[in-house]
Each structure stands twice: as C-alpha cells, then as structure tokens.
C-alpha cells in the first residue's frame, strides 16, 4: 500500500495545501499497530485486521473502521529467462513450502529454486500464507521454507527475480516490472490458467486477488472523511490504476 498511499497523498496535498499528510511505511502490521497506540490516524493494509488486533484495539478504547479503497491481484512472477509459463496452487504452494525444490518438477529446467518471500510483518505475506502456502484451508499450519529469501519490499522482491534466472517472488501488480514474468495461475492442474489484470482480478478469474483497506479510529470526521471520499472517488481510483494496481468496480 505505501506506493498508492503516497501518490494519493501527493495528489492530494495539491489539491488541498492546507493539509499535511505524512506516510510512513513498513508493512501492514506496524500501521495497524501505529492505528492501536494513536500514532496514526489512518492504518493502510493489504490484509483485514487480525482477531488480537481487533482485541488490542478494543482494550486501547478504539473502534477500527475497515474501509476497502482498491483491489490487488498477487502475481507471481520469475525470471523472464525461466521458460515455465503457468503454474497451479498446489504447485507454488510446495514451492514455497520446500516440497518441491527443483523447477525440473514444474516442468522446467534443472536448476533449483530460490524462493523470495516478504517478511513477516507485510500483509501480502500473511495474505500469501493464508491463501497461496495454506491454500485458502483454516485447517492447514502450512509455513514457509526456512530457505526463503524475506525481504524488506516487493521492490526488492522484482529486483531479486530480474537477476537470479532460479528465483520466484510475489508482488502485488502495481510493483511488477518487464525485468519480470508474471506467470499464469490455476487453482488445479484442470485450468484455466489466467494471467492477472485489472479484468481478471474484476472478472473474478484470477484466483490470487484481495482487496486493499484502509482503517480508522472509528468512522471518519473532518478532514479525514474528505480524504477518504476523495480517495475512492473518480480522481482517486484514477490514481490507483496509474500505479497498476484493481480500481474499485464502478469507479
């Protein structure tokens, strides 16, 4: 979210100089934790709050407002010498899992693979973990190869893929780059594989998409509320698409 929270902040501080608006980054749960010790008054995220988030918050005396303000899509994206083209859950998953480390065992070459992962505290991590890793079953304790690469950003993320021909990494699609391949993803070996886009992810066909949230103390006064209007208006979602990133549908 950082990059789409500080091109709306940019846009919109032209728009209104009278107000200050200072973006911070450092993944989903340090906004969610600035949200719970009143250091922030708006907490980005590209996953919804967590249970003892939602408890953290009720015993600090805030009532956290979700606002859904864009949609994403994950790619999952390789080295664009790597001639693997699709790719099913299942299979990522035991990739990322470490099930599975050779890319002769997708259908590639003989070479192994090197897993780029976001750090912990990121919620496409957790959104990642939960969906792609778990494959969407609560039942399922699933974690990450302890050989994955955890990095600090999605930049670092694509830069890794442009270099290492062995790598695989996830971004969400306003950070993919043509120094990466996005590669199509199926649920099951039986298709359809589909790239992600701004049509498949509203088309509902790409089987890695989310939305993206915004979360006040409570509902949103004043200046705030404006923002927010501002932000999933015309001029807004505008931007989001910009930037590559799921406008909101109708918008």
């Known amino acids: 979210m950082v990059n789409l929270a500080l091109a709306w902040a940019e846009a919109y501080h032209e728009l209104h100089p009278e107000i ?7 993944g989903s749960g340090t906004g969610m934790a600035a949200l719970i010790n009143g ?27 979700e606002h859904v303000v864009a949609l994403d899509a994950i790619a ?24 599975i480390e050779n890319w002769r065992d997708v259908g590639g070459e003989d070479r192994p693979i090197i ?9 496409t991590y957790m959104y990642f ?36 021909p062995n790598a695989i990494g996830y971004d969400g699609l306003g950070y993919v780059t043509p120094a990466q391949k996005t590669v199509r993803v ?4 039986d298709g359809p594989f589909v790239a992600p886009s701004i049509d498949t992810v ?29 932000i999933t208006s015309e001029d807004g979602q505008r931007i989001v698409a910009e ?9």
């Open 20 to 26: 200050s608006i200072s973006v911070t980054g450092g």
């Open 39 to 65: 250091s922030t008054d708006i907490a980005n995220a590209s996953r919804q709050m967590k249970d003892e988030e939602l408890r953290e918050a009720e015993h600090a005396g805030i009532t956290p407002v």
């Open 76 to 99: 999952v994206v390789i080295n664009p010498r790597n001639p693997i083209g699709e790719l099913t859950i299942p299979q990522i998953s035991d990739m990322y899992t470490g099930r």
């Open 115 to 123: 897993l780029a992962s976001r750090e912990s505290n990121s919620g």
């Open 129 to 164: 973990l939960e969906n792609v890793v778990r494959r969407g079953d609560p039942e399922n304790d699933d974690l990450f190869s302890p050989e994955s690469l955890l990095l600090p950003s999605s930049e670092v993320i694509g830069l890794e893929v442009a270099h290492n």
């Open 186 to 189: 199926a649920v099951s070996k």
């Open 202 to 230: 509203n088309d509902g066909t790409y089987p890695i998409a989310r939305p993206l949230y915004i979360y006040t103390k409570g509902e949103p006064q004043g200046a705030i509320k404006d923002y927010l209007d501002w």
């Open 243 to 251: 930037l590559g990133f799921v406008p909101l549908p109708g918008s």
